[in-house]
């Protein structure tokens, strides 16, 4: 039988399987490598009996709502547009076969490699894996007219299947034009081929999940199966075009002709060789009525462009763990926080608390024109209508630093450090305004130096502290910041190279302890913990993430209680491109669970 990963079984009728579906960033808790030894193939040896060169060259396309329509007046001509070459294929990349009973057996969607831990997970659309219901087997580099052991690679049985459930189709279809098409990416995990190896290590490599930098690329690679009413041959085509914004869907769109039914599922890779071990992929053919326009013609395809749900996605998947039933309703692009990436770009400082005293996250924004803003959360990981407190003013751009904390009373606080060096305190802010102000450092005062600053439970008993990275990269606790003033400061770190490149930093109970926690954002990416910093010195590091490209793009990081209910460890990032994530019930070891507030590229 085939398993998904959202619980649904299926009889088989051929051979006895199991289906899932998964991320592509290898991820802790990963699965091991697939065993060696007499065992290993054996699923696949099975399928052997079964799929014949005959079978497969008979199959017949399940995925054939792409057929190309009769030419119709004022469509442009094939000849001014890019048309898909047929090709010998790449290790990379294969299709599906499939035994589904009364409908006989079928040539399937596409599929490709996906590099992880597992070294067993393709990548597929999800409206493709709704239709595996049968025994499927997975075949890279398909030659049509070879059997089993004559494939360049051997077959590979599918034993799971891992769709987003949040992805439903319209009624009477595995597609859909709303935004839940967005959510149009599965990844399978297989067993070993009839020769024990792998998919990893049988082909020899395999496609980095990564997320597109914007919509409008210059050269995308598309690789796929057409069906057999279009590719008699069986061959692989390609086609490597320019990719715009399909309107309205965090999706990518194509013009290049020869893309009809067996395509979906087929990745959209950005640095694409012929027969290359490796490569990226940013998405795969799919989404908006599955992967194709209204008028179903062939030359203009889609794909969902990756981000944290697929992400999450493959993370369950190379897991091998059913992904939550109750993860938020999908939004599409509206995000959680009003305007787009566009505005959010614009969002200077952030800082969480419990403004509105309805002892939820809420979230309070500087705004490079000096505006100020409050977001107050629902507690399940959103935000009800924003608050202006502070309209485009001069003053506020002068705003250098901000940090929310319980400061006095039970409301959080907001410190500022000002670019003259001045300190001052908003006791209790909230939607009606910003309300009184304290100063706790005069213009022209040491405080210039103070780089970053974050409050957390750092103080003496867990109580609000304030910890300050300086210009030199020295550290400083003041363990009992209040209306009264910062207090006596204590050297944690005496001024040291290592910690000017400290780039961000915020604090929150990321060890479930209700200590201090430090969070640190290296300049090269680096995410550390610090678990239970406080006047007696940091606490022990753990490293979250290594450096990498994408968390160099981290503009502006805040940490508050915005969902579930736990006092301060759910990370709020906003990055370069305006698109802000919200990382729920993060960890001292490990991030939480991606929600996107604001999605890129609106």
């Not at 050269?219 to 057999?228: A, I, L």
């Not at 020295?474 to 910041?481: C, D, E, Q």
């Not at 060890?511 to 995410?527: E, I, K, M, Q």
Request: proline letters at 6%; a positive charge.
């Amino acid at each position: 039988m085939l398993t998904y990963g959202n619980g649904r079984r299926h009889t088989t009728v051929a051979l006895l399987c199991a289906v899932l579906f998964g991320l592509a960033v290898p991820a802790a808790g990963a699965a091991e490598p697939a065993p060696s030894g007499p065992s290993a193939g054996q699923e696949a040896r099975q399928a052997a009996r079964f799929w014949t060169a005959q079978r497969m060259a008979d199959a017949r396309p399940l995925d054939a709502a792409r057929q190309a329509p009769p030419p119709a007046p004022g469509r442009p001509a094939a000849a001014r547009r890019p048309q898909a070459t047929a090709f010998k294929g790449t290790r990379l990349v294969g299709t599906f076969f499939g035994a589904d009973g009364p409908r006989g057996t079928t040539w399937h969607c596409t599929g490709s490699v996906i590099d992880t831990r597992a070294r067993n997970i393709v990548l597929t659309a999800a409206h493709c894996a709704l239709n595996m219901k049968g025994d499927y087997i997975f075949v890279p580099r398909f030659v049509k007219g070879a059997a089993p052991d004559r494939q360049p690679y051997g077959i590979f049985h599918i034993q799971r299947i891992f769709i987003d459930p949040r992805y439903v189709p319209d009624r009477g279809s595995t597609t859909t034009k709303k935004a839940a098409s967005d959510l149009d990416t599965a990844f399978a995990r297989v067993s070993a081929n009839q020769r024990g190896k792998s998919l990893q290590d049988a082909v020899g490599g395999g496609l980095t999940f990564t997320r597109p930098p914007g919509y409008t690329l210059r050269n995308v690679t598309v690789v796929g199966y057409p069906s057999h009413r279009h590719n008699s041959a069986g061959r692989a085509v390609k086609c490597t075009v320019p990719t715009t914004r399909l309107r309205g869907y965090r999706q990518l769109s194509m013009t290049c002709g020869g893309y009809y039914g067996g395509v979906s599922g087929s990745p959209w890779i950005t640095d694409y060789k012929d027969d290359a071990r490796g490569g990226h992929v940013i998405g795969n053919l799919g989404g908006y009525n599955g992967g194709g326009n209204d008028a179903n013609v062939d030359y203009i395809s889609y794909a969902t462009a990756f981000g944290a749900d697929a992400a999450n996605l493959l993370a369950h998947a190379v897991a091998d763990r059913t992904p939550p039933a109750d993860l938020p309703p999908y939004r599409g692009l509206k995000g959680t926080l009003p305007g787009g990436a566009g505005r959010w770009r614009k969002a200077a400082l952030m800082a969480g608390g419990d403004y509105t005293g309805d002892r939820h996250g809420d979230l309070l924004v500087v705004w490079s024109d000096g505006g100020v803003t409050l977001h107050p959360g629902d507690g399940k990981g959103g935000f009800r209508a924003e608050q202006r407190l502070r309209q485009a003013n001069s003053t506020w751009t002068h705003a250098r630093a901000v940090t929310g904390g319980t400061f006095a009373g039970d409301r959080a606080g907001l410190l500022v450090r000002w670019s003259d060096g001045e300190v001052t305190l908003y006791p209790q802010p909230g939607p009606s305004g910003l309300g009184r102000e304290i100063r706790m450092a005069a213009p022209g005062s040491a405080w210039k130096k103070a780089v970053q600053f974050t409050a957390g439970a750092f103080g003496d008993g867990g109580g609000t502290g304030l910890l300050v990275r300086w210009a030199d990269g020295a550290l400083t606790l003041y363990p009992r910041v209040g209306t009264g003033g910062l207090g006596t400061g204590q050297r944690l770190l005496a001024a040291n190279g290592t910690w000017t490149k400290a780039a961000q930093l915020t604090g929150g109970d990321f060890g479930g302890t209700a200590a201090g926690d430090l969070l640190v954002r290296w300049a090269d990416g680096a995410l550390d913990t610090y678990a239970g910093t406080s006047s007696a010195g940091l606490g022990p590091r753990t490293r979250m993430r290594g450096p990498n490209g994408r968390w160099q793009q981290a503009r502006v990081l805040t940490a508050g209680d915005f969902l579930h209910g736990r006092a301060g460890d759910d990370l709020i990032v906003r990055w370069s491109d305006g698109e802000t994530t919200l990382y729920a019930d993060t960890g001292a070891q490990a991030l939480g669970a991606e929600h996107p507030l604001v999605h890129p590229g609106t």
